[in-house]
Each structure stands twice: as structure tokens, then as C-alpha cells.
């Protein structure tokens, strides 16, 4: 039996909703999401780019009212390592392995790329958890992710302190 992704990949501005159900109509309440920055972080791989720091957004409760489905499914999240724009092309061919590779079907194939200021936002998981089992096909994390990083995006970021400081979202500990 064999099974792959269809294969669209391209870099994506903030707000180009490419990814099934990925729609602005589905952004989140900001207040529901929050995030951590780790500037100690050191990636498990070691490759020929270093990042300079991780980020994770997550929702905070699960999107499901159904306690079976709050049980079988933790809460949307996506994990973005930081890195510097000297890094682009190592960026951008991990993001294409990452979706590329991936088993994964939309919304919970990884593999974003993200370009703030001077630093590169990449998520390498082949898969993050975006979806829900209450509402297949429906993308929670990317809406409100597009919608961070076009803010960002039209912010004065110059420095890793730029980005927490322009961030719509609460810094967060996930339980």
C-alpha cells in the first residue's frame, strides 16, 4: 500500500491561506492562543544552519465540547524554529522535505515558512496537530498564525525583542 501528499509546494506569505480549510473565516479568538520563545533552545539535529531560537504557539483549550474528543485530541499547536535570513535556502529546502515527505494529510502537514525582519520562522515537523477531530479539514493554527506574522510582518522587527514585543498574543506556560 502506498501513500503520499499532493505536491504544491511554494513559500507562503503571511496571508495566503493555501492549505485546505485554512481560511481567515476560521481564525481563533487571539485570546485563546498563547506562546513561549526559547532563546536556549538546541535543535536534537545538528545541520549545517543553527537556530537561534524556537517559538511554539498553541490554543490553550481544546476546540472540541465533546469530552471523548477533548480527550483523544490535545489542542491545536505549531512550533516554529528561529532562524537567520543568511539561512534562507537551508530554510526553504527543509520546509520542502518537511511537506514534501510528510504522511500527513491538510491541515496538519508542517512545513511552514515564515519571513519577519531579518529572521526566518520554519517549521520542519513533517506534522503538526492544526486539525480537529470534531471538525475534519479545518485549520485552526494557520489563521491565527498568518494573522501573528502579518503583524509582525508590518511591525518595525529588527531583534528577537521586536518580535515579543509586537506579538498580539500572551506569553504562555503549556501544561
Not at 27 to 49: E, F, G, I, K, Q
Not at 68 to 73: G, P, R
Not at 114 to 129: D, E, P, T
Amino acid at each position: 500500500m502506498s501513500f503520499g501528499q499532493h505536491f504544491d509546494y511554494k513559500v507562503n506569505p503571511p496571508n495566503d491561506y493555501h492549505r485546505l480549510g485554512t481560511a481567515q473565516k476560521n481564525m481563533d479568538t487571539l485570546s485563546l492562543w498563547n506562546y513561549r520563545l526559547d532563546l536556549t533552545y538546541v535543535p536534537a539535529r545538528h545541520d549545517s544552519a543553527t537556530p537561534l531560537g524556537f517559538i511554539r504557539f498553541w490554543r490553550i483549550k481544546p476546540i472540541a465540547n465533546d469530552p471523548i474528543l477533548n480527550e483523544q485530541a490535545p489542542p491545536p499547536g505549531i512550533n516554529f524554529e528561529i532562524f537567520d535570513i543568511r539561512d534562507s535556502s537551508f530554510c526553504y529546502r527543509s520546509a520542502h522535505n518537511a511537506i514534501f515527505y510528510s504522511s500527513c494529510v491538510p491541515p496538519n502537514v508542517g512545513g511552514d515558512v515564515f519571513v519577519i525582519g531579518k529572521f526566518i520562522f520554519l517549521n520542519r515537523s513533517a506534522c503538526v496537530h492544526c486539525g480537529s477531530a470534531g471538525a475534519p479539514h479545518v485549520d485552526y493554527c494557520r489563521p491565527v498564525i498568518n494573522f501573528i506574522f502579518k503583524t509582525l510582518a508590518d511591525s518595525d522587527i529588527s531583534t528577537l525583542a521586536d518580535i515579543v514585543r509586537y506579538l498580539p498574543i500572551r506569553s504562555g506556560r503549556q501544561s
